[in-house]
């Protein structure tokens, strides 16, 4: 039995360490995951469900927030390679080696999470208390359907994967769902989540219930239902574990695991987040690829407007760069996943959509109040909601916010004056194309 247990450990240790090797290094199948004979007690179903954070980790640590980013009017190409200057041109193509990066890899933290699924409630580990195997699981399903979530609003409706994939012919012949059934996969796998996850504990780097609950306000704001929004955005509004923090800069100064985090992705000085490097100076030992446009930094270093979020920009004059990911020596910045800000936000939308204008005003003003800046002038629906598009857009500007907010809400035309609608997605990678013909590339492309 010893043996066997750790000869568990040692698959799962190299089926991560494999994770992470370039694509021509790897013996597996590009989205092949652990088979059931991984997973069989304790500690392997413990080591599962890190390695499914680890990928979702891998596609926060770059590749997905750089496509809600650049692609908008907030930052802008300040290097050399060319992924990059077609992201910030919308001129993307089925080859964008970061489009494909951030595609594929939510794909493999979808297979991750569908291996705990598969193989977790089989165990018969009696050191497996009833209550931890809920909680690993609930885990698996936030990530599923994290991943679905991030899929759909990048990508449109996708092909739906519920089962491990232990070969690659068991990826061919699934056609595209739709939109609305890809979300509601989201809202399924959320349901699930919710029921098995525990009530909210100190950590903030693992999903409990709070956790799945902000992700579902946020699916409901993207289906335009309402009334859910408001309701979930609420519940965890509600719960005093959360609170706006002053100053802003709060949040993303270590230590980490704040107050205002719902849900943040750790990294270590031995599991680095580089996504600093991205944005600081050569002098400073970074590639500044993505910069702060012209623009933002106005906003940011008006009062009126940016209050103390200027502090998420440093340096002078036409050399500004972001420090949202300031801990350049070690790169243990975390991604963040859900503020506790967005939820004051998700809920201000919510209740102007539905004409609360004096409680949707509240809560714009908590968080405008929250960056020393008066309450808005605001008091028309159409000016509420303009101030709230205006807000997130300050408030998230280097999170992966607004380029999928402006899609949404179908303003990307009006103000990132991308008006031909069949490039608010992003295409299908060509390599998916060419190996399945059941997949369809995106209109435009």
Known sequence: MKTSYIKNILLIAVLLVTASCEEYLEEIPNNSLPTDAAITDLGTARAAIIGAYDRVQGYYASSYPTLGTITTDNVVFNGTLSEYLQLDQNAVPTDNVITVAAYQGIYRAINSANSVIAYVPGIQDVRLTVDEKNKILGEAYF??????????????????????????TVLKGIKRSTLEQTYDQVLADLIQAEQLLPEDATTRNRAQKS?????????????????????????????TKYTLLKPYKSFFT?????????????????????????????????QYT????????????NPEIGGTR????????????????????????????????????????????QNKLTEAVADLNAVRNRADLANTTATTQAQILQAIEDENGVEFAFEAHRW??????????????????????????????????????????
Do not use: M
């Open 143 to 168: 990530i599923r359907a994290l991943g679905y979530f991030d899929l759909a609003r990048g990508w449109g409706g996708v092909q739906l994967q519920l089962k491990p994939t232990t070969d690659l």
């Open 211 to 239: 956790a799945a609950r902000a992700l579902r306000a946020r699916l409901h704001l993207y289906r335009k239902q309402w009334a859910d929004a408001e309701n979930y955005a609420t519940q965890v509004i509600s719960n």
């Open 254 to 286: 270590a230590p980490f695991q704040t107050a205002e985090s719902v849900l943040e992705l750790a990294y270590s000085a031995n599991d680095r987040n580089t996504y600093w490097s991205l944005w600081y100076p050569s002098s400073a030992g970074g």
């Open 290 to 301: 993505l910069k702060p446009s012209d623009a933002l930094v106005d906003k940011l270093n």
């Open 310 to 353: 200027n502090s998420l920009i440093a340096g002078a004059g036409s050399s500004f760069y972001g420090v949202l990911y300031n801990t350049t020596a070690t790169g243990t910045d975390p991604s963040y996943l859900i503020r506790i800000a967005e939820l004051y936000l998700i809920r201000a939308e919510s209740r102007a959509r």
């Open 404 to 445: 999928f907010d402006l899609v949404r809400t179908e303003r990307a035309g009006a103000v990132l004056g991308l008006t031909n609608r069949n490039y608010w997605l992003f295409p299908i990678p060509y390599s998916d194309i060419l190996s399945d013909p059941e997949v369809v590339q995106n209109p435009g492309y």
